[in-house]
């Protein structure tokens, strides 16, 4: 271990973690170029032809000139997402509901919630039918 000094450990473990990120962000720039509804056929053949025989440079240009596009595609991927997400949950929770005849123990409890708010059930009544739609 004398031949290779801490310094030199440390230098390495900083190429290689930069070499990393450069990794992540050239795969990023790849993936962002293929999501790209707006980029034409060519125009997505022309980044990735310069982002793979100039990577560094087609990397730098790229997050220069579309950086601000790259953000706001992730975001409207990630709400996307999301709603794709509520909605399953909706039509599973809906249709397992409408498939037995019952309403869901969600729209029981909001029933039931309702109902102890205009005073026609006190805090007792909604308690027990809250633990009896529960159990």
């Not at 790849?30 to 034409?40: A, M, S, V």
């Not at 793979?52 to 953000?71: D, H, N, Q």
């Not at 997402?81 to 409408?98: D, K, M, S």
């Not at 019952?102 to 009544?125: F, Y």
């Amino acid at each position: 271990m004398d031949d290779y000094p801490l310094l030199n450990v440390f230098w390495t473990m900083l190429w290689f973690f930069l070499w990393i990120m450069w990794l992540f962000l050239l795969f990023k720039v790849i993936t962002d170029i293929f999501r790209d509804h707006e980029l034409g056929g060519w125009g997505k053949a022309g980044w990735l032809i310069f982002c793979i025989l100039l990577p560094y440079l087609g990397v730098l240009v790229y997050v220069i000139a579309r950086g601000r596009g790259m953000g706001a595609r992730d975001v409207k991927q990630a709400k996307e997402a999301e709603a794709r997400f509520q909605e399953y949950i909706r039509q599973t929770a809906g249709t397992q509901a409408a498939a037995n005849g019952t309403p869901s123990a969600t729209e029981e409890l909001a029933r039931l919630a309702d109902l102890k708010d205009k005073g026609a059930i006190s805090e007792e009544e909604f308690q027990q039918a809250k633990a009896k739609v529960l159990a």
